[in-house]
Nanobody
Framework: QVQVVESGGGLVQPGGSLRLSCAAS????????MGWYRQAPGKERELVAA???????NYADSVKGRFTISRDNAKNTVYLQMNSLKPEDTAVYYC?????????WGQGTQVTVSS
């Protein structure tokens, strides 16, 4: 059993910053990749950023240069630093953890960018 718990969402003004955290716990032997997805009302869930067990990262074009993903392998934790936030970044952000052939999701954390 693997648990994935996100934290750090909230309300922020346009141009502001937030840092999301996601911790995985349970029967974890080796995490292949960790990532952040988001889903806005009426839209499909989309990849925001992902990081592999090495140093490989992948970002959606819409967040490149503004968001930074990082991970602490010792803590099985992934972070998403979000800067220069825009109203269109408003969504529920979900953490995903991939272990072998299995994928685990967190419950999601709301990010609202509004003045």
């Amino acid at each position: 059993q693997v648990q994935v718990v996100e934290s750090g969402g909230g309300l922020v003004q346009p141009g502001g910053s937030l840092r999301l955290s996601c911790a995985a716990s349970g029967m974890i032997f080796s995490i292949n990749a960790m990532g952040w997805y988001r889903q806005a009302p009426g839209k499909e869930r989309e990849l925001v950023a992902a990081i592999t067990s090495g140093v490989g990262t992948n970002y959606a074009d819409s967040v490149k240069g503004r968001f930074t993903i990082s991970r602490d392998n010792a803590k099985n934790t992934v972070y998403l630093q979000m800067n220069s936030l825009k109203p269109e970044d408003t969504a529920v952000y979900y953490c995903n953890v991939t272990l072998g052939d299995f994928s685990y999701w967190g419950q999601g954390t709301q990010v609202t960018v509004s003045s």
